[in-house]
T-cell receptor, first 109, second 116 residues
Framework: AQRVTQPEKLLSVFKGAPVELKCNYSYSGSPELFWYVQYSRQRLQLLLRHISRESIKGFTADLNKGETSFHLKKPFAQEEDSAMYYC???????????FGKGTRLSVIA | NAGVTQTPKFRVLKTGQSMTLLCAQDMNHEYMYWYRQDPGMGLRLIHYSVGEGTTAKGEVPDGYNVSRLKKQNFLLGLESAAPSQTSVYFCASLDGRFGSSYNEQFFGPGTRLTVL
């Protein structure tokens, strides 16, 4: 069974501090992994997907198959990064996503 | 392009009432999904569709029905609403055809439903 675990419900950091949002997954095959972000009262939007290996808004995430992790990182947090972050997994390009329970990031000025 | 839209934005129901939530997308996407979002539970898949005329159950389908009569619309129905169905409902669509964004789900703005 596919499963995504985000161990932190809430993560608070000071502005300018590094951020790491943890995501671990359980899947026997080769997964596709995503990070979605939801700003206050807004719709979810794609932040990153591992297959494109891009950096968006200063965030990066590396798929570590050995540790089955896809942690989201940013070297210097900004107040506008405060949001709910969801890690998600797909077993293939168009199968339904399995979401983690989310981590709320709060960046303190 | 409006993207993914949802109607209504808010609704309050009494226990036992029925309603239909409408999701529409103008991107010619094949796949559509309904999720519910609850505090501490993340997003859970209710039903989904892989094309016009098809539907399939997700993780939490009980108490809901869906229809995809037209490719651009995906309807979510509650036949007899219960307080446990109080939630925020999100619709999403996905292209499904190979390309740069073929596996990106696009979400609607959500419908906040309260069942009293």
């Amino acid at each position: 069974a596919q499963r995504v675990t985000q161990p932190e419900k809430l993560l608070s950091v000071f502005k300018g501090a590094p951020v790491e949002l943890k995501c671990n997954y359980s899947y026997s095959g080769s997964p596709e992994l995503f990070w979605y972000v939801q700003y206050s009262r807004q719709r979810l939007q794609l932040l990153l997907r591992h297959i494109s290996r891009e950096s968006i808004k200063g965030f990066t995430a590396d798929l570590n198959k050995g540790e089955t992790s896809f942690h989201l990182k940013k070297p210097f947090a900004q107040e506008e990064d405060s949001a709910m972050y969801y890690c998600a997994l797909s077993s293939s390009g168009n199968t339904p996503l399995v979401f983690g329970k989310g981590t709320r990031l709060s960046v303190i000025a | 392009n409006a993207g993914v839209t949802q109607t209504p934005k808010f609704r309050v129901l009494k226990t036992g009432q029925s309603m239909t939530l409408l999701c529409a997308q103008d991107m010619n996407h094949e796949y559509m999904y309904w999720y519910r979002q609850d505090p501490g539970m993340g997003l859970r898949l209710i039903h989904y569709s892989v094309g016009e005329g098809t539907t399939a159950k997700g993780e939490v389908p009980d108490g809901y029905n869906v229809s995809r009569l037209k490719k651009q619309n995906f309807l979510l129905g509650l036949e007899s609403a219960a307080p446990s169905q109080t939630s925020v409902y999100f619709c999403a669509s996905l292209d499904g055809r190979f390309g740069s964004s073929y596996n990106e789900q696009f979400f609607g703005p959500g419908t906040r439903l309260t069942v009293l």
